[in-house]
Every structure is written in structure tokens, then in C-alpha cells.
């Protein structure tokens, strides 16, 4: 049997666009800026969730509350940055390798 180079060609685009499926939201944007996967996990596989400590390495709580002020009116008017909840996990709304979710539509309304 022989593979013809177009059909090839189009298995190989569709196992490549398939390897970068699972990299999405917050993993997307990290993989963008060539950032290897062992930045927040402790292993190059992954397979475990990222602890608060791990991001708040690189984004500074303060910053991230001054950001979250400029786009209360997305989140009738709270600021996702400065919950109600302490040690509420940025893996709630962030999923890392899925999209994100607004966590506090939960209660808040949808």
C-alpha cells in the first residue's frame, strides 16, 4: 500500500494541531512565551495541579488585584483578583490546560 504525500501530510498537520490542543488557556500563553512546562510544574509532564506559591513567583497578588479592578465591569462590578475567599486557588477560575472559568458566577449569578 502505498501513502500518497497529501494524505501524509494531512495526518501529520492533524496530529501536530492535536498536541497543542490540550494546551490551552493559562498553559497556552506560558507555551507562547517559550516557557518550558517545569516553570509551575515539578515534573515535564505535568499530571498535578499548580499550588498558589508556584504562580504568585511570577505574578506579584498586589499587581494582579490593580489589574482586576480595570475589569470589574465584566464581573458585575467585583474584582476577580480580590476574592472574599483567602486561599481561594487560581486553578478555580484558571484551568491551566482547559478554559477558564468564571468561578464566581457560581454564586454571583451566571
Same mark, same amino acid.
Given at each position: ?47 498535578? #495541579?499548580?499550588?498558589?506559591?508556584? +504562580?504568585?513567583?511570577? !505574578?506579584? %497578588?498586589?499587581?494582579?488585584?490593580? &489589574? @482586576?479592578?480595570?475589569? /470589574? ?13 483567602? #486561599?481561594?486557588?487560581?486553578?478555580? +477560575?484558571?484551568?491551566? !490546560?482547559? %478554559?477558564?472559568?468564571?468561578?464566581? &458566577? @457560581?454564586?454571583?449569578? /451566571?
Amino acid at each position: 500500500m502505498k501513502l500518497s504525500p497529501l494524505f501524509i501530510g494531512l495526518a501529520a498537520a492533524a496530529l501536530f494541531s492535536f498536541s497543542f490542543a490540550e494546551a490551552a488557556g493559562v498553559a497556552e500563553k506560558h507555551a507562547a512565551k517559550n516557557m518550558p512546562c517545569t516553570v509551575c510544574h515539578q515534573a515535564p509532564t505535568g499530571g498535578q #495541579d499548580v499550588e498558589y506559591t508556584k +504562580c504568585v513567583q511570577c !505574578h506579584n %497578588p498586589d499587581q494582579l488585584k490593580a &489589574a @482586576g479592578e480595570k475589569i /470589574k465591569p465584566k464581573f458585575d462590578g467585583l474584582n476577580p483578583h480580590a476574592p472574599h475567599f483567602e #486561599d481561594l486557588s487560581c486553578l478555580e +477560575c484558571h484551568k491551566g !490546560h482547559a %478554559p477558564q472559568e468564571n468561578f464566581c &458566577a @457560581g454564586c454571583h449569578g /451566571k
